[in-house]
């Protein structure tokens, strides 16, 4: 079946430092998802990318979906400490099935 | 607008009951989706239905689980006879169409057998 892994599993980042995590789905995916999901809360919906190659930023966030679409990073510019929380990609391999497969999620820790 | 509602936020159950979850996604979604989360881990996909369908229970084990989306009310996710090891999150999410729409999730229910 189709499997989503993420690396790095955790992160630990002083705050003001920079923050990458990778996404790489076994099959190749129709679109990504990203969500965050807070200690103790539920996962809420980032940004969802389409297109191959395709880049996309929310303020100092920076998504991107590799060119094979079978990857995607998130990109992190000077964490803060709202910042903290596990990061989980999300990916469809159709149209048709539209079951979203989580990827095993980055916890980013940020140490003020 | 409510958001995804789950009822209730934390059960507590002891081996050998049943444990009811409800899910009444968000107003005009029809699509359902069921989740497990255990502590400090991901998001393990259980099943995704539709109202009155089950389009895809791959993720739902084949005894004791079982889940419905009737035509009118929430979906329910069933777990006879719990055991300790299924004690988790449980997150329900909707969406609205087909294939590329997102996931709206609801705060989950967290399951504790005892």
């Known amino acids: 079946g189709q499997q989503v892994m993420q690396i790095p599993q955790y992160q630990h980042v002083q705050e003001g430092e920079d923050f990458t995590t990778y996404c790489n789905s076994s099959?190749?995916?129709?679109?990504i998802q990203w969500y965050k999901q807070r200690p103790g809360g539920h996962p809420v919906f980032l940004i969802q990318?389409?297109?191959?190659?395709e880049v996309k930023k929310q303020k100092r966030l920076t998504f991107q979906f590799g060119e094979a679409k079978k990857n995607s990073s998130l990109h992190i510019t000077a964490t803060q400490t709202t910042d903290v929380g596990t990061y989980f990609c999300?990916?469809?391999?159709?149209?048709?099935?539209?079951?979203?497969?989580f990827g095993t999620g980055t916890r980013l820790t940020i140490i003020p | 607008n409510a958001g995804v509602m789950q009822n209730p936020r934390h059960l507590v159950r002891r081996r050998g009951q049943e444990a009811r979850l409800r899910c009444s996604p968000m107003?005009?979604?029809?699509?359902v989706y069921w989740y497990r989360q255990l502590p400090e881990e991901g998001l393990k996909f259980m099943v995704y239905?539709?109202?009155?369908?089950?389009?895809?229970e791959s993720g739902m084990p084949k005894e004791r689980f079982s889940a419905e989306f009737p035509k009118e009310g929430p979906s329910i996710l069933r777990i006879q006879q719990v055991v300790r090891g299924d004690s988790a999150a449980y997150f329900c999410?909707?969406?609205?169409?087909?294939?590329?729409?997102?996931?709206?999730f609801g705060q989950g229910t967290r399951l504790t057998v005892v």
């Open positions: 999410a909707s969406s609205l169409a087909t294939g590329v729409a997102e996931a709206f």
């Open positions: 099959t190749t995916l129709s679109n």
């Open positions: 990318l389409v297109k191959s190659g």
């Open positions: 999300a990916g469809a391999r159709d149209f048709g099935n539209e079951k979203l497969t």
């Open positions: 107003k005009g979604h029809s699509h």
């Open positions: 239905l539709q109202k009155e369908n089950i389009i895809d």
